[in-house]
């Protein structure tokens, strides 16, 4: 089986991620302004991702997917962020091609 993944994103609030070497994850945001912080607005991300996957099962039958994902993060302060996330799946096998959005809501304390 194959399969990969790459993504980007970019702050549209000149806000910013930090990485840690030591524990190879990301941080908090960093968010300048909270939402309702003396007039803040909070930070501002779009971001995108596109993922492949084929099993390569051997059978010689067309298999395996595609999936574009493009989304915008609304980070209201450094523990709360509103997603909202379009993908559009694609199957070259025996599934319909589909499209799905979704809505989240994440508190990280």
């Not at 995108?48 to 084929?54: C, F, L, V």
């Not at 379009?86 to 809505?103: A, N, P």
Request: proline share 3%; hydrophobic share 35%; no cysteine.
């Amino acid at each position: 089986m194959d399969a990969w993944s790459i993504e980007a994103g970019f702050w549209l609030s000149g806000d910013q991620w930090s990485y840690s070497k030591e524990s190879g994850a990301f941080s908090r945001p960093t968010v300048r302004k909270g939402f309702g912080e003396d007039r803040g607005s909070g930070a501002w991300q779009v971001a995108g991702r596109y993922d492949e996957i084929d099993p390569d099962d051997d059978s010689g039958a067309e298999s395996g997917a595609d999936a574009i994902t493009l989304g915008l993060n609304w980070f209201l302060n450094p523990n709360t962020r509103i997603s909202l996330n379009w993908t559009r799946f694609d199957d070259e096998g025996d599934l319909d091609s589909f499209d799905w959005l979704g809505v989240r809501f994440q508190l990280d304390f």
